[in-house]
């Protein structure tokens, strides 16, 4: 009887969590989140004689009690609002409803720059302050400190006249805040307050005040004023100015302390939209998903309808492949880059050798060597090598410089942790994760950040030498640093995880170490316990490549002011460089060799070139609805995606290779059996069109490839243009042979004239 009893035990046991996962279960579906529900405007029933009292309608059949946090009749058409999973289940099945969506939440992602970039040099090209002053840059982000000089509306005329935004008045921010510069700037917290409730003013401002920095520094980047004189703590001292500083700036705020959430984020840009911005910038990520499903994608569609310019960051997920965010065709992703500009700082060791790291502390220096030990000896905790908050021992720190191991918490927080427990300084390792790549803070004791080899030399000299000792230098602003650019490690990287034949990330630019403007709410390192107030900071992401690439389609946009968002991006990418001027391909920081397209997509983005490109890869919304059926979307789908009625044609072939991009991917199938053979496993085409945006001429067709399992060839191999926008086609015969899965390899497409180099990569991946 006795293994019946455990028997009975064990089968009361099972019952008990089998209720407990039953009740959890059901809290989960009564629990309400957000929704955004994608209604079929054009299908509205003749009942209803407003979409607003149809929207309403639907929301009350399944819920009495809720309400819409917004109604969106631009980028989406529909409304937001609080259901339960049930109520969600039973709204998504009444006719006239496209889709209805969980929230989505998702994360927020110079003085040298302009130089870098060439902006210096004198050029017919360049747009007169007159026309760019029309163009109007639209941040999407945390909001603005308005107050800086990068606001500054002395050498601007009147605003545009179709403008139709305005400045919203809240806490800390007045209709005074914006000017002939600022000429917008509005918020949205109605999602965010849905999920984490009313925002608590003591901590941030409901209102399009920028109280964490990341959105002044993204909307001086793209569009700030000419500042003389600016710095951080004396480092990157120099004129700061935005890419396109003599466009205006209007500010949407839909990200707070909390994060961004889809319903905001789609209210903003609906309204940028509505306001008449010719460029949207968002240096945030989420979740990746199929376009119908993505907010961002969905919003950045109809606004490349509108003729609006969208440029969103890539991600900071790289080295890992397959890693980007914002993939869609229609919007320009981003990855970063290096400058050609250092702040270094040296590391003396007790037995004499010195080594270098990078730092932006400028409080009291180290005056003497001082003993060094490695947090992970100093602490009980799995943790200490990293230097996590409480992990490390006083007793076996105080008086001394601490090694900590880059990971599990920020940067800067680690040199605090190392300040609390008495520690005098902090020299913070790389490892495998991060490699060589140097990001540079505003530490608040003495510090140096090194690389993954430096910091193994050091952690070797403190297990052989039984008094460890070192000196940290103060830090210096050194340029002409080579080589430059380089992929910086953390940018994300293709392929593209949601459509593999489009080749991501478009394009990369300037995104490790940029000064631009700051918030005063916060010090440079954005923790609590930093009390420094500046107006200009040095942050690194793809958020700060992003907004390069936003100012700089301004500049285009101003001079070419009929061109569309797609020829703009083309102008981007066909004049990007892949190399140095030795020849030497352009590297990536995170392996050390040459990078690749997966990494840099089209190459380091070239402005000067981008304003005469000579031709362009147009694309216009017919093209976009032919890449959807191209993936075998369905009419609901592509209807979720774009907001049109559209019906792929039965008769029609839509193939990804016909759609117009500036770029190629490749995706082969090893050849069954084949594992490493050479045999040819497949013959693919690709078409493209050409549009002449410069005067008549003769394109020529050249070819670099790096493999011999592709044969290219392309028909016709010349493209004589004789008129301004006449359009001609091409085809790309791609004979490629199998291949062990996991290979990838590259080629080059070049067409020129002699004066022009119209440039595309092509990226092979056999699975």
């Known amino acids: 009887m006795k293994p019946m009893k455990f028997k009975l035990i064990e089968i009361f046991l099972f019952l008990n969590l089998c209720c407990a996962c039953v009740v959890a279960e059901e809290k989960i579906r009564q629990a309400k989140i957000t929704y955004i529900v994608h209604m079929d405007k054009s299908n509205m029933p003749e009942s209803f004689t407003d979409h607003s009292l149809w929207y309403d309608s639907s929301l009350k059949s399944v819920s009495e009690s809720a309400s819409m946090l917004y109604t969106y009749e631009n980028v989406i058409h529909g409304y937001s609002t609080r259901l339960t999973v049930e109520e969600a289940e039973s709204l998504g099945k009444q006719s006239g409803i496209l889709s209805v969506l969980p929230e989505v939440r998702y994360e927020l992602h110079t003085t040298r720059t302009p130089e870098f970039l060439g902006l210096g040099k004198n050029s017919a090209l360049f747009p007169t302050s007159d026309s760019m002053g029309e163009v109007i840059v639209g941040i999407l982000d945390t909001g603005v400190w308005p107050e800086l000089k990068s606001f500054d509306d002395s050498e601007l005329g009147p605003v545009p006249s179709g403008w139709k935004g305005k400045c919203e008045v809240g806490k800390n921010f007045n209709s005074s805040s914006c000017n002939r510069k600022l000429i917008g700037a509005r918020f949205f917290s109605k999602g965010y307050e849905a999920a984490f409730g ?102 950045a569609f109809t606004a490349a309808a509108y003729g609006i310019f969208v440029s969103c960051s890539a991600g900071n997920s790289g080295p890992r492949p397959s890693s980007l965010s914002n993939v869609a065709p229609w919007i320009t992703t981003v990855g970063a880059g290096t400058l050609d500009r250092d702040f270094p700082a040296s590391i003396t060791l007790g037995n004499d050798e010195q080594y270098s790291g990078v730092t932006l502390y400028n409080g009291k220096q180290l005056s003497d060597s001082v003993p060094l030990v490695y947090g992970g000896n100093a602490s009980n905790s799995s943790s200490g090598s990293l230097c996590m908050a409480g992990s490390l021992i006083p007793e076996k720190i105080s008086g001394k410089i601490v090694v900590c191991d880059r990971g599990g918490s920020a940067r800067v927080q680690k040199g605090v942790v190392v300040k609390a427990a008495g520690g005098v300084g902090m020299i913070l390792t790389n490892t495998d994760t991060y490699g060589e790549e140097l990001v540079a803070d505003a530490y608040l004791l003495p510090s140096a950040a090194v690389g993954q080899k430096t910091g193994d030399a050091i952690k070797k000299y403190l297990s052989s030498d039984h008094n460890p000792t070192a000196i940290i230098g103060p830090g210096t602003t050194k340029l002409g640093v080579q080589p430059s650019p380089v992929v910086a490690a953390f940018s994300s990287r293709g392929p593209n995880p949601v459509t593999p034949a489009i080749l991501k990330p478009d394009i990369i630019a300037p995104g490790v170490n940029i000064l631009a403007g700051w918030t005063r709410a916060v010090g440079p390192t954005g923790i609590a316990s930093d009390h420094r107030h500046v107006d200009f900071n040095i942050i690194s992401g793809t958020s700060m490549s992003c907004p390069h690439v936003s100012g700089l389609a301004a500049l285009i946009k101003a001079a070419h002011p009929e061109w569309s968002p797609a020829a703009i991006k083309s102008a981007l990418m066909t004049t990007a460089y892949t190399a140095y001027k030795s020849g030497e391909k352009i590297k990536d920081v995170a392996t050390g060799g040459p990078a690749t397209p997966f990494d840099y997509g089209a190459g380091h983005v070239d402005p000067v070139a981008a304003l005469d490109p000579g031709l362009v890869y147009d694309a216009t919304v ?144 056999w699975t």
């Not at 003389?228 to 003599?246: C, E, V």
């Not at 707070?256 to 984020?265: E, N, T, Y």
């Not at 309204?271 to 460029?279: E, P």
């Not at 996991?742 to 990226?763: C, Q, Y």
């Open 198 to 299: 009313p925002i608590d003013e003591t901590m941030e401002s409901k209102s399009p005040r920028d109280d964490d920095g990341h959105g002044t520094h993204t909307a001086t980047t793209a569009a700030g004023s000419v500042v003389p004189d600016a710095n951080l703590l004396g480092y990157a001292s120099g004129t700061a100015r935005g890419m396109a500083s003599h466009a205006r700036v209007a500010i949407y705020k839909a990200c707070w302390l909390g994060g961004c959430f889809s319903s905001d984020i789609a209210a903003a840009m609906d309204t940028a939209v509505a306001d008449g911005v010719d460029i949207i910038s968002m240096s945030i990520g989420g979740g990746i998903s199929e376009y119908y499903g993505d907010t961002v994608a969905i919003g």
């Open 622 to 765: 017919e093209d976009y609805l032919g890449f959807l059926c191209a993936l075998n979307y369905t009419q609901n789908q592509i209807k979720s995606t774009t907001h049109r009625d559209f019906t792929c044609l039965t008769s029609k072939k839509y193939t990804l290779g016909d759609f117009n991009y500036p770029s190629f991917s490749v995706p082969l199938e090893t050849a069954s059996g084949k594992e490493g053979g050479t045999g040819v496993s497949s013959t693919i085409q690709y078409t493209r069109t050409l549009t002449n945006v410069g005067a008549p001429a003769t394109y020529k067709i050249s070819l670099y490839s790096e493999t011999q399992a592709v044969k290219i060839s392309v028909e016709p191999a010349t493209l004589s243009f004789s008129a301004q926008y006449e359009k001609k086609s091409y085809t790309v015969t791609f004979k490629a042979s199998s291949m062990p899965s996991g290979t990838t390899s590259f080629a080059r497409l070049e067409w020129s004239d002699g004066k022009h180099i119209v440039g595309s990569p092509i990226a092979f991946s």
